[in-house]
């Protein structure tokens, strides 16, 4: 089954209060369902980003374990 988990900030299981999120979709994805996240950046306030509008990707790709991360 496919399965799309929309979620403000997902971020990895060392954060704390993310970790329910995480190991959902880490169970999902290892019970053999395709598990996508779409989530905004994590940090993007912090100082060593640039606020400049061209600085990052508008749509950023990664794979955390077995779940594809779809960050915007």
Request: aromatic fraction near 10%; hydrophobic fraction near 35%; charge should be positive.
């Amino acid at each position: 089954m496919k399965v799309a988990v929309v979620y403000q900030y997902y971020q990895g299981h060392s954060s704390p209060g993310h970790s329910l999120v995480y190991e959902l979709t880490q169970h999902l994805a290892a019970e053999g369902h395709r598990v996508t996240v779409v989530s905004g950046q994590t940090g993007y306030m912090q100082r060593d980003h640039p606020v400049l509008p061209w600085y990052r990707r508008l749509i950023l790709r990664e794979k955390e374990g077995a779940v594809n991360v779809i960050r915007t």
